[in-house]
């Protein structure tokens, strides 16, 4: 269940805000790199033992296998974990990078007639990449984009070039950001009501996704589809987890999960390696299937997972057996 890593080199290191920076990565030799759909992210393996996903945040410029760049946008957190500064600061165009290949759990809808996009600060990478291909396949799209002031505004060239399904909101007066794209976007008013056929996308801060999914209550859950950078605030103090079972179906096996571990871990030291990325429940990388049977009702932990959705899949990474009970998964 391994993952392909490949290395690259940074082509290209660009600032595009005072704390963002486009990192576009090439395959060392000029050979082509793997294909991706709109809303696929990478791991990026740092100096410093870090490992950060970043969303891919451009689409293909037309579909196909092939491509030959990777563009990720990366914020630098003053109060981040040192990934996000490792990349900034310790990586220079040439540098060799090892990488994951692209993995997707983030995708458009195939069906939506219209694609609502909600992208707040550095949350517009993987929309700004949905925009471009529903764009280059002629697909009805609206790209709402979130940000502090235009001096805020990551790949400003590229939602410029997207025109008049591009809607830019700033937070700073108007008069001091005046643009023709830009007009107060009162969040509420926009998601008033489901509209009929629109499924709605949205990637940004803790806030921001708050509001947005506040605002869209009354939209069936299979409509909207979000991706966080990183799990929200806990709302109360986090309990003692139980050790519990982990099964395989049919593969007979059965693995203890201790208290301290995840079913990740437990299977790793089994020998079973179950692709991760984020280990925090936000990306949806670990989610396997449920075995379908009675009294397999997983603590489902993740922030990546609809109601729907967790009656038949799990993220391994942070979900447990309820009461120290028995969880029972397929693995590919
Ligand atoms: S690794 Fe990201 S949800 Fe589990």
Same mark, same amino acid.
């Given at each position: 269940m391994l993952d392909r890593t490949l290395t690259v080199r940074v082509a290209r290191k660009q600032r595009q805000t005072a704390d963002v920076t486009a990192f576009e990565l090439v395959h060392p030799w000029g050979r082509t790199l793997p294909g991706y759909e709109a809303g696929a992210h990478i791991d990026v393996y740092l100096p410093g033992g870090f490992m950060r996903p970043y969303s891919l945040a451009l689409a293909l410029? =037309? =579909?196909?296998?092939?491509?030959?760049r990777y563009v990720i946008g990366v914020k630098r957190e003053a109060a981040g974990r040192g990934g996000s500064a490792s990349l900034h600061e310790r990586v220079h165009e040439g540098d060799l990078l090892a990488i994951s290949t692209p993995r997707n759990t983030f995708p458009l809808h195939p069906q939506a007639r219209h694609h609502l996009l909600l992208a707040g600060g550095i949350g517009l990478t993987p929309l700004l990449a949905m925009a471009q291909q529903l764009e280059r396949e002629g697909r009805a799209f609206t790209l709402c984009v979130f940000a502090r002031s235009r001096a805020h505004l990551a790949f400003a060239d590229a939602l410029a070039a997207l025109g008049a399904n591009v809607r830019l909101h700033f937070d700073e007066p108007a008069a001091a950001t005046a643009g023709a794209q830009v007009q107060h976007i009162d969040i509420a008013q926009l998601l008033q009501g489901p509209q009929q056929g629109t499924h709605l996308y949205l990637c940004g801060p803790a806030g921001f996704m708050r509001a947005v999914l506040e605002a869209a209550a009354s939209w069936p859950e299979d409509r909207v589809h979000l991706e966080y950078f990183a799990p929200p605030a806990a709302d109360g103090a986090a309990g003692v987890d139980e050790p519990f079972t982990l099964v395989v179906a049919g593969r007979g096996i059965e693995v203890a999960v201790a208290a301290d571990q995840s079913a990740v871990d437990a299977l790793h030291d089994i020998g079973i390696d179950v692709p991760t990325s984020c280990a925090q429940g936000v990306c949806g990388t670990c989610v396997v299937p449920l075995a379908a049977g009675q009294g397999n009702a997983p603590d489902h932990r993740d922030h990546c997972l609809t109601a729907t959705e967790r009656h038949a899949k799990v993220a391994l990474c942070c979900s447990r057996a309820q009461h120290g009970g028995r969880l029972i998964v397929e693995l590919p």
């Open positions: 410029p =037309a =579909a196909g296998r092939d491509n030959t």
